[in-house]
């Protein structure tokens, strides 16, 4: 099927629509890697999007008639979908983490981490402290990760810390969306900079953590989204280093560390050798997400300055 179909060729209803996309993304060179990884997933958020139906419909919206109004529209994502190759959470202007919906646009990274699932598990078996009064989401981006650990949490305080000006404006605009403004503060800040005196019961982290090589070669895809997000020197852990060098200073002594460094965790292995990293396992997918906790942070504090 070409780009541009006859308008007469388009569906009319939504179940029409699903396969329609379906077929067009199956038969494109589209990548998936933001938050679905097949072309069925990806049409069904397309389409209820324009048809102005929530993601968790059941089949009795199959039948449901697009007007002119709406076929147009999702030519026009699907094209951009395709040829720009523009991830569908830009196109829609949502995203869907932990079983919350958020704001998505191309200030902030399209959330996907598998540290979703370690939120929703309570953090366990890897957090022993008491229930957690203040946790930390250090390079929050868009603010999906804190704001989910505030959601499942509600006695926790949470910060949102961010370098970045654009990702702080769309992180408010979550907190606001959620309704957690009493419990969530947003700062401006080059990691631990501006929380001298702070500590937390968990930090969670997913910095940039993408190494040179990585990066050159993404698919084109990624490269709608900022490159201050992804990228962090030749081996991917240059934020990474400086996390651990003083993250132990921010935690609380019963307190756990929790980083996701994606493909880079062969570089932070060969990079610290003495450090016993716990890497966590993921039942809906996901690697390179280590937890070290404070009492460990501590022990190993020499080889991690």
Request: charged content about 20%; glycine content about 8%; some cysteine.
């Amino acid at each position: 099927m070409g780009t541009n179909p006859r308008k007469s060729a388009l569906p009319t209803t939504v179940g029409q629509a699903l396969h329609y996309c379906s077929e067009a993304l199956d038969q494109s060179d589209a990548f998936y890697g933001h938050g679905t990884d097949n072309p069925w997933d990806e049409a069904v958020q397309l389409v209820l999007a324009v048809a102005g139906l929530s993601p968790h419909e059941d089949d009795s919206v199959l039948s449901y008639p697009l007007d002119e109004r709406a076929r147009d529209r999702l030519q026009q994502l699907l094209q951009q979908r395709i040829e720009q190759h523009i991830p569908i959470a830009y196109l829609i202007g949502r995203a869907w983490f932990a079983g919350l919906e958020f704001r998505c646009d191309r200030r902030a990274i399209i959330p996907r981490s598998p540290i979703a699932e370690l939120i929703l598990d309570g953090f366990q078996p890897w957090y022993c402290g008491p229930p957690p009064e203040r946790i930390l989401d250090l390079c929050c981006g868009g603010g999906c990760i804190g704001l989910a650990a505030a959601h499942y949490h509600p006695q926790a305080r949470v910060d949102l810390v961010d370098i970045d000006a654009d990702a702080l404006s769309l992180a408010r605009e979550n907190v606001a969306e959620l309704g957690l403004g009493s419990r969530v503060e947003v700062i401006c800040s080059d990691l631990f900079s501006a929380l001298s005196g702070r500590r937390y019961d968990l930090i969670l982290a997913n910095p940039p953590y993408v190494d040179a090589d990585d990066l050159a070669s993404m698919p084109a895809e990624y490269h709608h989204e900022p490159a201050l997000a992804l990228g962090s020197g030749d081996d991917g852990l240059e934020l990474t280093r400086r996390i651990l060098a003083a993250a132990r200073d921010h935690l609380q002594d019963t307190g756990l560390l929790v980083v996701e460094v994606g493909n880079s965790w062969p570089a932070l292995e060969k990079a610290y050798p003495r450090v016993p990293f716990t890497w966590l396992e993921f039942e809906q997918g996901g690697h390179g997400v280590f937890a070290l906790t404070a009492v460990e942070l501590q022990s190993y504090s020499a080889s991690l300055r």
